[in-house]
């Protein structure tokens, strides 16, 4: 079984719509991120956590909210989606700090927003 | 601020050739270094890492080395097999912040049979 699951992996949604993106993991890993991967510009983090009750902003959050339900689960949002959120979506997951700490990731969402 | 530069793609190449993607990058301090891998409808995977200046990180064939002095970290592979095809991406962390991945763009290689 995958260490680090992601539902849906597509979806198609209209504009407006309010819609959550989910993140699971077995890995008892603290630290949990969200990314984004748009063609020719790599990923890019939405928000991350590093624990139930640490969470935080990364480059691009706005248009985004986040909820750590648990130490194993992750939540994205769209409150209102827009077209320019669709993208490939990524969940990661990694041990505490230290040099060269490696990030785990999901299969992805495919996300289009029409 | 920091940032990494990949070529770009896509790379065709045959089976058995020698594959490089270059990479180079941007930070104040010591970054550690990171080749990661995507293949087709799947996540990334760390393929291979480096956390100091002259460091070689390998695996599976693959080999890069911290070059502090050019501030690169090209990918290189003697002998590419089908299989290897996939987009890769280059990526560092900052040691104050090492939870803060920086991605290239990503290099997609194609190997033909």
């Known amino acids: 079984d995958a260490d680090v699951t992601q539902t849906p992996r597509n979806r198609i949604t209209k504009t407006g719509k309010r819609i959550m993106l989910e993140c699971s993991q077995t890995k008892g890993h603290d630290r949990m991120y969200w990314y984004r991967q748009d063609p020719g510009l790599g990923l890019r983090l939405i928000y991350y956590s590093f624990d139930v009750k640490d969470i935080n902003k990364g480059e691009i959050s706005d248009g985004y909210s986040v909820s750590r339900q648990a130490q194993a689960k992750f939540s994205l949002s769209l409150e209102s989606a827009i077209p320019n959120q669709t993208a490939l979506y990524f969940c990661?997951?990694?041990?505490?700090?230290?040099?060269?700490?490696?990030?785990?990731f999901g299969p992805g969402t495919r996300l289009t927003v029409l | 601020g920091d940032s990494v530069t990949q070529m770009e793609g896509p790379v065709t190449l045959s089976e058995e050739a020698f594959l490089t993607i270059n990479c180079t990058y941007t930070?104040?301090?010591?970054?550690?270094l990171f080749w990661y891998v995507q293949y087709p409808g799947e996540g990334l995977q760390l393929l291979l890492k480096?956390?100091?200046?002259?460091d070689k990180g390998s695996n599976k064939g693959f080999e890069a080395t911290y070059r502090k002095e050019t501030t690169s970290f090209h990918l290189e592979k003697g002998s590419v097999q089908v299989s290897d095809s996939a987009v890769y991406f280059c990526?560092?962390?900052?040691?104050?912040?090492?939870?803060?991945?920086?991605f290239g763009s990503g290099t997609r290689l194609l190997v033909r049979p």
């Open positions: 930070a104040t301090g010591y970054p550690s």
């Open positions: 990526a560092l962390t900052r040691m104050d912040s090492s939870y803060k991945l920086i």
């Open positions: 480096a956390t100091k200046a002259d």
């Open positions: 990661a997951t990694s041990a505490p700090s230290g040099s060269g700490v490696e990030q785990f």
